[in-house]
């Protein structure tokens, strides 16, 4: 079986810098399970990693599209093979890294993303219901025929709310029983699943510090270019943390305090679920970082799992 690494956890828990440590440690390659640093233009929202802080490690998935293309989860699997392959060619181990728990069971457990047919009347019907009456009104129609998928969904991801009724139209099957099927599939990979975390308090005083620390690198610039640049405020790459909020507050909907308080609130919130999907994933192992004595403490414990694992061998590097 082919080997694999991820390195996961919630939004501004440290991965970037663990990242970093393993790939040198082991001669990996990161490919970015993050669903808005794919984006360009869109860096200082998104905490991107920076040229300097890559150290020369290879990244990808990392400033590949435009903010109005497409990526979806069926995108990111299509990508995401072709640069575990590549990274296979060269000798080296990929390295999953990123907060988006739903890429990285598409990967892990090889899931089939064949396309149904668009109905492209209905999709516009339920484009319109939206529009009118909001995207709550779009997420009820949801929980009538799938309350699985309906818990699952954001209300304000519109995308995947209509993506999971046109599959119920398409297919006359559940969306969350397809996904339940695909994510029951086994690995075709040797892997290890880490997912780093953190003392809860300690987290969200570093996602403040963090938004605080954004908002004094020009956040607000960022998303004023990128309106001005043309980029439509109901863009999925808008609707990210960060976009959407300091958007709201440039278009004079809301104060720039309240655009932080929500900013800061929902991110919080937004880790908490992150959490809460990797709890429920398999084979999953945690570290706390409240439990070891800095990035050595942390790096050492994960290649003592590579070891166990028979992904990585310190003394021939492989």
């Not at 959490?275 to 790096?299: A, H, M, P, Q």
């Amino acid at each position: 079986m082919k080997k694999l690494i991820v390195l996961t956890g919630p939004t501004a828990v440290g991965k970037t810098a663990a990242s970093i440590g393993l790939a040198k440690a082991i001669n990996g390659e990161i490919i970015s399970a993050d669903s808005m640093q794919v984006y360009k233009k869109m860096d200082i929202g998104t905490a991107k990693i920076t040229k300097e802080e890559m150290e020369g490690v290879p990244h990808f998935l990392i400033d590949e599209l435009n903010p109005d293309e497409e990526f979806s989860v069926a995108h990111f699997k299509k990508y995401a093979d072709k640069y575990i392959n590549e990274v296979y060619e060269r000798g080296h181990i990929p390295i999953i890294v990123g907060g988006t728990g739903f890429y990285i069971q598409a990967v892990l457990n090889d899931i089939d993303f064949t396309e149904t047919n668009v109905d492209t009347e209905y999709r516009k019907e339920l484009e319109e219901l939206a529009r009118v009456n909001g995207p709550e009104y779009l997420h009820n129609m949801l929980f009538e025929i799938d309350p699985q998928a309906a818990e699952k969904i954001h209300f304000n991801n519109v995308k995947r709310v209509i993506r999971a009724l046109e599959f119920y139209k398409e297919t006359g099957t559940k969306i969350s029983e397809h996904n339940d099927t695909q994510s029951a599939k086994s690995s075709p990979y040797n892997f290890a699943y880490f997912v780093l975390n953190d003392d809860r308090e300690a987290l969200y005083e570093r996602i403040d510090k963090r938004i605080d620390i954004m908002l004094e690198n020009g956040l607000i610039e960022e998303v004023k270019a990128l309106l001005d640049a043309g980029y439509d405020r109901k863009l999925t790459s808008m609707q990210g943390l960060g976009y959407k909020e300091i958007a709201a507050y440039l278009e004079g909907e809301i104060s720039l305090e309240e655009a932080i308080y929500i900013l800061k609130r929902d991110t919080r919130h937004f880790a908490k679920r992150q959490l809460t999907w990797f709890r429920r994933e398999k084979d999953v192992i945690f570290i706390d970082k409240s439990e070891y004595n800095g990035c050595d403490g942390i790096l050492n414990k994960m290649l003592e799992v590579l070891e166990e694992k028979n992904i990585w061998r310190k003394d021939k590097n492989v």
